[in-house]
């Protein structure tokens, strides 16, 4: 059975590993990207070729997969002048890894269906490593005949692929869980720093923590920091920040609030104002540690 061609926008570290695990299980992929050396990567792997424009790009694809970071990065390729709306063919489906606002892809689903065209809502969890060999975990949501449609292309990058229900609902699922899981980074960093200041040793306060039910690979990541010095949640203060930002609108697009991430997304806005952006989220606790009244 042919292989279906894949248009691939986004080549970051995360993307760029999914392509390259696309070529590796022999797809022909169409490319777009920011980064001249990530494009010429993927062009010399061979079974590739680069595009010019997002229209150019889904008018040559029959899978356009988007991983980029942000609701308006995602509207402006679909919806562009030289966009993917513009140039996507019947029966071709879009399928969004990003994390997204839902009330936003459900937009361009209906204006996608309109056309005749798909869209997939599939979020990713676990590390660009995993994208490599095809390890990830996907949470898809779209209509049943939709997902089944890429369900196979979705396997060949994922580990555990799962079916979560209509468009929009893996948005919604990623964002609460990035939700919870930025919520305990805040919480256990600034235990760490309120512990510094109280004189308590943060190894100790660790070790009698960690036996309890707060234990939680979360934690880890936040003692490595705070404790070893050492910063290895490859996730960006920055992209936390937007993703809780998301949610909040997501809560209020519901008609209700969520005053834990209203707190949350002010201290990562905090922290980004004080310069920490670019850093991985345990790094949050150097600003807890220097926060003053």
């Known amino acids: 059975m042919t292989k279906p061609v894949i248009g691939f926008i986004g080549l970051?570290?995360?993307?760029?590993?999914?392509?390259?695990?696309?070529?590796?299980?022999?797809?022909e992929v169409v490319v777009m990207g920011r980064k001249r050396a990530a494009l010429d990567a993927v062009l010399n792997r061979?079974?590739?070729?680069?595009?010019?424009?997002?229209?150019?790009?889904?008018?040559?694809?029959?899978i356009v997969m988007l991983c980029?970071?942000?609701s308006?990065?995602?509207?402006?390729?679909?919806?562009?002048?030289?966009?993917?709306?513009?140039?996507?063919?019947?029966?071709?489906?879009?399928i969004d890894f990003g994390t997204s606002i839902p009330e936003s892809t459900r937009k361009i689903g209906a204006d996608l269906a309109a056309k005749g065209a798909g869209m997939v809502d599939a979020p990713?969890?676990?590390?660009?490593?995993?994208?490599?060999?095809?390890?990830?975990n996907i949470m898809a949501a779209g209509d049943e005949t939709t997902f089944a449609k890429v369900k196979p292309v979705l396997e060949e990058q994922g580990e555990n692929v799962f079916y979560i229900g209509a468009l929009g609902a893996g948005h919604v699922t990623k964002l609460i869980n990035n939700f919870m899981g930025m919520t305990t980074v805040c919480a256990m960093s600034q235990a760490f720093a309120v512990a510094d200041r109280a004189g308590i040793d943060r190894q100790q306060l660790f070790d009698?923590?960690?036996?309890g039910p707060s234990n939680s690979p979360f934690m880890g990541?936040?003692?490595?920091?705070?404790?070893?010095?050492?910063?290895?949640?490859?996730?960006?203060?920055?992209?936390?920040?937007?993703?809780?930002?998301?949610?909040?609108?997501?809560?209020a697009d519901m008609g209700t609030r969520a005053q834990i991430a209203e707190g949350t997304s002010a201290n990562l806005t905090a922290a980004v104002e004080a310069g920490l952006g670019d850093g991985n989220v345990p790094e949050i606790f150097d600003y807890y540690l220097k926060l003053s009244r």
């Open 124 to 136: 990713l969890g676990r590390t660009p490593a995993h994208a490599k060999d095809g390890l990830l």
């Open 12 to 27: 970051g570290l995360m993307g760029s590993n999914m392509v390259e695990n696309l070529q590796t299980r022999g797809f």
């Open 221 to 251: 990541f936040c003692k490595k920091y705070a404790v070893d010095g050492v910063s290895d949640l490859g996730f960006s203060i920055n992209n936390a920040n937007k993703d809780l930002a998301y949610f909040v609108q997501m809560a």
């Open 72 to 94: 308006e990065v995602v509207e402006s390729l679909v919806y562009g002048d030289d966009g993917i709306l513009a140039g996507i063919k019947d029966g071709t489906v879009l």
């Open 208 to 211: 009698i923590m960690s036996t």
């Open 68 to 70: 980029v970071t942000t």
């Open 46 to 62: 061979g079974n590739a070729r680069e595009a010019a424009t997002p229209k150019e790009l889904a008018a040559a694809s029959d």
